[in-house]
């Protein structure tokens, strides 16, 4: 039990970039994500529907606007450092404007 | 067994060529099936890796960060598993490649359309970019090259896929839309590549066999035996005529009432001086620079290079260069902007007074350039006379600074194209032009408000209707009382069919692409200055 409890994380984090989670946010987040072993999942609400962080497609397919809030759970060895760095990345506003987000 | 067919069209550039077709922009619709779903998903796949590295080559080739911003999000889409599954399932059950691909990314399409977030909602134009490059991969081989001597066949042609094919061995276009006015046109006509254009609507399939008589605006497909040897004997007394044309090129062109006109070279790249005896011209009478600016914005020295490579083979004859001639139909990544009418827009001088960071560089290569032999500069696009002034302070600039620093430079002659028909009208305000040179492919589509790039107005675009040629008149008439020299440097100058016009006009110094001098100077000497 103890080892599972060490593969599974949670975050939350909002999107404070200007047009939200668009074409080049969602590149440099889903090439984080594949950079993980770990499964990684994202949603917009607590209660999900909960897609694959490591799909473009699929994340693209939420249109995340700015201000929405991001609902991340890993489950893997690396699942603690995979969204500890997804949520740096979404705090820094995708490494695009100023630093001004915090995690929620 | 089909029989032989004609088909009529006009003739954007002149010649003769026999080969097969080579079918370019085939979309969906010629899809063929393997009729086996396994290999529908391995064709589908195949072309997914094709399309990929195909953006992942245009990645590595732009200079443009915005550019390279779309390029790796298309990339990353095209890499997505989640992107073509619906069209794998579909395969899986019976539908072809091209179907499925296309039934799965419209609903992709639709998804995006949806939207109301207008940034989400644009993202549907990429998304249907990534459709058709596979749909493209899939049913064209991808961008391939068209095997050497090939007639390419389609509806239209873009200038990159000219330039992608080798020419080496001859072939030829025909086109159902087209226009002899396009940049295509153009390049065609500058490597005497023979090109039919609006030939209206005709069926062919690839690899049948093409006679294409670029001189009477015609082709055969599939020719008898009759039709062949009638062919040969028009290009063997046309091979006469161009080579007793280029054994006259060297003297000297004079019409047929004894006036001498001077004939000088449309150069678009330096590599094409090569190809030509500088003995036979009288000079470059536009030098274009448009290619120094086709993957980024070239610095001071590349620019250097290219114009001395030019300005050393004229060895002390004239060379016009023109200032960069972005916007209209020739973009420029990182330079040009999106607009909505590009020909009425911010082209030509306009754009680069309104880029003097980029424009200074190039001012800075001319003035050293111009040390090196006979240069003259001009203005592109120019409408009124605040930017010729400006153009010119912007180079009173550049030469103090290079003076500062040091470095060898003159001031050439600064003259301007006359194309916006406020120009021609009005000369007068350009008193001071060091030299006019008549653009007549602009001046023709501004007058006649027809689109060079139309093949719908191609008949109205023409430089021999009387409000055009009335506008080369006043400008002619205009820089002989005022001893402003004046050339006309279109395509109609090059045209044997348009040229006694532009004499009559009195035009007494043309600028022609170097497959046109031959039979320019041909046309000349049977022509004559007066009515």
Known sequence: ?104 | MRSPLRIEGKVASTGYAAGPAYLIGRQGSAYVSSGSAGAEAARLSAALVQSIEEVMQLIATSSDPEAAAILDFQVAMLEDEGLSETAFVAIGEGTDAASAWRAALDEHIAGYEAVEDEYFRARSADVRDIRDRVITALTDGGETIPPRGSILVGDDISPTRFLSADWSAGGGIVLRAGSATSHVAMLARARGIPMLVTTGAFEIADGDPVLLDAAEGRATLLPGADEEAAFERARTAYAGVLAEAQAAAIRPAVTSDGVAIKVMVNIAEPSEVDGIDIATCDGVGLMRTEFLYRDKLPDEDTQYAAYRRVIDWAAGKPVVIRTIDAGGDKPVPGFTMDETNPFLGLRGLRLALARPDVFRVQLRALLRAALSGKVSVMFPMVSVPSEYKAGLSLIWQVSQELAAEGAQHAVPPIGIMVEVPAVAIAPEAFVDAAFFSIGSNDLTQYTMAAGRDNGAVAHLADVTNPAVLRLIATVSSFGADHRIPVSLCGDAGGDPRTIPALLKAGIRSVSVAPAQLPLAKAAIAKASTHG
Do not use: C, N, Y
């Open chain 1, 1 to 104: 039990l103890s080892v599972k409890a060490e593969t599974l994380a949670e975050a939350k984090v909002i999107i404070t970039h200007d047009v939200g989670l668009h074409a080049r946010p969602s590149v440099k987040l889903t090439k984080l994500a594949k950079g993980f072993a770990a499964r990684i999942d994202l949603a917009l609400a607590d209660s999900g529907p909960w897609i694959d962080a490591k799909s473009i497609v699929k994340v693209m397919a939420t249109k995340a606007p700015k201000g929405a809030t991001l609902f991340l759970r890993a489950e893997g060895e690396d699942a603690q450092q995979a969204l500890d760095a997804l949520v740096s990345l979404v705090a820094r506003d995708f490494d695009e404007g100023a630093p001004h987000a915090q995690p929620a």
